[in-house]
């Protein structure tokens, strides 16, 4: 991936939830200004179909033009919600193959970030979406400091999490909220999973149902080709008293394997996250509860 220069110009895209009006995202385009970026606006951006922003093939028209357009140097998704395994079959993964830019999203984002590493090989910043970055009208310092690292091609050491198997890895990162990553089983556009360090949160899920979403993980092929998995954070978690709690999951996903593994790191659904490169190559010491971003 390449580094992002000042008067470059950027997209601005909605392939999931809806904003209806530009009011929602002033502040954030504000911010992308401030970094001497041209905003340029998808085409279909302010439609509402229900939840999503217009159809799905005008959804994935505004993906398609920006990976188009040599212009374009980044994507950036403006809202998340849900909708973004709808977009999937018609986005045109040659196209965004042989015109490598970084895609930029966070949440249901991260299906079409998924997707474009399992069918294009492009590396996708995951963990910053303009909507829900800016509703209190300012970015979380965090965040900003590691979008604007990503922006800047710069590598990074995060130190985040507990222990909960001891052992390092390395291999290519890939990140997802649970629910988005298991809505993708059985599609073509689910990751390949060997030589992968995963990473997963999952936001307002009952127990029971993160649980039986990891095992369906624990399923899919090549699993057992996995280098290592790195827990975030799982926010507004209900549970009712016979589902046990997240970390009883969690310990009976990793039962039966090696996998180093970190739990409580610092990426979900929270005002403060690290930004992360899904496709990067990274090094992961759970001993350590450390992760290295190698090369992107």
């Known amino acids: 991936m390449h580094k992002i220069n000042p008067g470059d110009k950027v997209a601005i895209i909605a392939p999931c939830g809806q904003i209806g009006d530009m009011s929602k995202i002033a502040s954030a385009v504000d911010y992308i200004k401030s970094l001497k970026l041209k905003p340029v606006f998808g085409k279909n951006l302010l439609k509402v179909r229900r939840y999503m922003a217009g ?3 005008e959804r994935a028209a505004d993906i398609n033009s920006a990976f188009a357009d040599s212009s374009i140097k ?3 998704c403006v809202r998340a919600s849900a909708g973004g395994t709808r977009v999937l079959p018609y986005i045109d993964y040659e196209l965004a193959r042989t015109n490598p830019k970084p895609f930029i999203g966070f949440c249901d984002n991260t299906a079409v970030q998924l997707a474009l590493l399992q069918k294009s090989k492009l590396v996708s910043y995951d ?3 303009m909507a829900y970055d800016f509703k209190t009208g300012k970015i979380d310092p965090q965040i900003k400091t590691d979008l604007e690292n990503l922006l800047n091609h710069k590598t990074y050491e995060i130190k ?3 222990t909960l198997h001891k052992g390092s890895a390395e291999g290519t990162l890939i990140c997802s909220n649970l629910t988005v990553l298991t809505r993708m089983a059985g599609t073509p556009y689910f ?3 060997a030589n992968k360090i995963l990473l997963l949160e999952e936001v307002n899920e009952p ?3 993160i649980d ?3 095992q369906q993980l624990k399923q899919q092929k090549n699993f057992n080709k996995l280098k290592a998995v790195i827990f975030g954070q799982f926010i507004g978690v209900k549970s009712a008293e016979e589902d046990g709690t997240v970390e009883d999951c969690l310990h009976d996903f990793l039962q039966g394997t090696k996998l180093p593994a970190i739990y409580d790191f610092n990426f979900g659904h929270t005002p403060s996250r690290r930004v992360l490169p899904i496709g990067a190559k990274v090094a992961m010491d759970a001993t350590r509860t450390t ?3 190698l090369k992107y």
């Open 127 to 129: 963990g910053f979406v």
């Open 160 to 162: 985040s999490g507990k």
């Open 74 to 76: 980044a994507i950036f």
């Open 207 to 209: 127990v029971y149902k």
């Open 191 to 193: 990751p390949n999973l």
């Open 291 to 293: 992760l290295k971003i």
């Open 212 to 214: 039986l979403m990891l």
């Open 55 to 57: 159809t799905d093939s």
